[in-house]
Nanobody, 123 residues
Framework: QVQLVESGGGLVQPGGSLRLSCAAS????????MGWYRQAPAKQRELVAA???????NYADSVKGRFTISRDNAKNTVSLQMNSLKPEDTAVYYC?????????????????WGQGTQVTVSS
């Protein structure tokens, strides 16, 4: 099995910065995709940013230029640096891992999620 544990959420003023981190553990050979999603109250969960094992990235339009995703393949970690935070960034942020290999050419079914970490942007 695979476990994802997030850290780094909290309360920050508008314009401030936060860095979220996520560590994957368990029987892991490789992880193709890692990403961050968020869910605000009464809204659907949405993709914030994703990164492949090769380093290709994808961002939601609402965070481009403000957020940066990065990962360490050797440590199975992914981070999200969030700058110029806005009140509308307030949400629970979830770490996600997709196409996880337990062994070479042996993938787990489905994807994995962390428990979520609260980010609140407010003055």
């Amino acid at each position: 099995q695979v476990q994802l544990v997030e850290s780094g959420g909290g309360l920050v003023q508008p314009g401030g910065s936060l860095r979220l981190s996520c560590a994957a553990s368990g029987s892991i050979f490789s992880i193709d995709y890692m990403g961050w999603y968020r869910q605000a109250p009464a809204k659907q969960r949405e993709l914030v940013a994703a990164i492949t094992s090769g380093g290709s990235t994808n961002y939601a339009d609402s965070v481009k230029g403000r957020f940066t995703i990065s990962r360490d393949n050797a440590k199975n970690t992914v981070s999200l640096q969030m700058n110029s935070l806005k009140p509308e960034d307030t949400a629970v942020y979830y770490c996600n891992a997709e196409r996880v290999e337990a062994q070479p050419k042996l993938w787990y079914e489905g994807d994995f999620w962390g428990q979520g970490t609260q980010v609140t942007v407010s003055s």
